[in-house]
């Protein structure tokens, strides 16, 4: 049911949020995104619904080139916590 977010087609919320239209897919397939389509076929996301875990860019992890480093310290150093 579309009310209470804005919803937004998805391929310009992959772009605004830099994550791959086939994840925020997955989350819609999952329940995790409220979604809708309109009669083209066009398929709309609820924006209100992006986890903003999801909006981290490349440019988050430029300090880290070149440097090795392992995935749990990177995770500990972006904050990140772990899948449940």
Do not use: W
Request: proline share 7%; charged share 30%.
């Amino acid at each position: 049911m579309l009310c209470d977010s804005l919803y937004i087609p998805l391929k310009q919320a992959a772009e605004r949020y830099g994550v791959p239209e086939k994840t925020l897919l997955e989350r819609v397939n999952s329940g995790s995104i409220a979604s809708g389509q309109l009669p083209n076929g066009e398929l709309l996301v609820a924006e209100n619904d992006i986890d903003p875990s999801l909006q981290i860019k490349r440019d988050d992890f430029e300090h880290l080139r070149g440097q090795k480093i392992g995935v749990r310290e990177a995770g500990k150093n972006m904050r990140l916590r772990p899948r449940p």
